[in-house]
Structures are given as C-alpha cells and as structure tokens.
C-alpha cells in the first residue's frame, strides 16, 4: 500500500511502467454511487498521482482507466506511458507490441514523493 486516508487507499499495480490503482474505500460499485466526498477525494487523488508521474517520469502520455469488470469496485487506474514501453500504443491489457528497454527510476522513490503530495491535501 502506498496511501490510505478516510476516502481511499492507493497500491501499485506490479508491471515494468509506472502504474497505481486508487481504490476508494466505501465498496461502491460504480461512480455515480460515490458520495461526494468519496468521488472528490478520488479525482484528486487521481490529479495529484497524474502531476507527481509527468514530474518524476517525463512519460509520453499519463492514461486513466476505470475498469472494473472483474473487480467490481470503484477504482482508478493511472499510468505513465512512453514510446518506447513494450505495449505503446495500445493499452496495457493488450499483448506487448515488442521487448522493451526502459530504465526508469525506482519506484520506490515515487511512492515516497506520492505520499508526501497525497497526505498534504
């Protein structure tokens, strides 16, 4: 887990790119079934998580997912995306594209910068 206050909690999806999933933590199965405070703590999050990724990993592009087809719970999935990532363009469900050889920074000191942005709002 990398964050967790009232309104939601965030862990990292384990892949080669950057990439965390924010949860929230009522058990709503859609987001018109958010209460206001869930749902506003959820888009922030989502905007902070987006800002520290293009600060940290200058990707090409930041996608935002809310599949919940077999995880049928509100969440959000962001992730930093580059040209040279095994699966761009096309998303990350899909079959990689080709190898890749990305040499991205740790992402433990990401999850540090994310929790220090996350717990100042």
Do not use: G
Not at 83 to 101: G, I, T
């Amino acid at each position: 887990m990398i964050f967790e206050d009232e309104f939601i909690w965030i862990e990292r999806e384990e892949n080669e790119l950057p990439w965390v999933k924010i949860f929230t933590k009522k058990p709503f199965r859609e987001l018109s079934d958010c209460d206001e405070k869930s749902l506003a703590r959820l888009w922030e999050a989502s905007l902070i998580v987006e800002r520290e990724m293009r600060k940290f990993y200058n990707p090409t592009k930041i996608n935002l997912a809310s599949f919940a087809n077999v995880l049928p719970r509100v969440h959000m999935h962001v992730m930093a995306r580059f040209k040279d990532d095994a699966f761009y363009p096309n998303n990350l469900w899909q079959e990689p594209l080709r190898s890749s050889s990305l040499r991205l920074p740790e992402f433990s000191e990401f999850a540090k910068i994310l929790q220090k942005a996350l717990s100042e709002k």
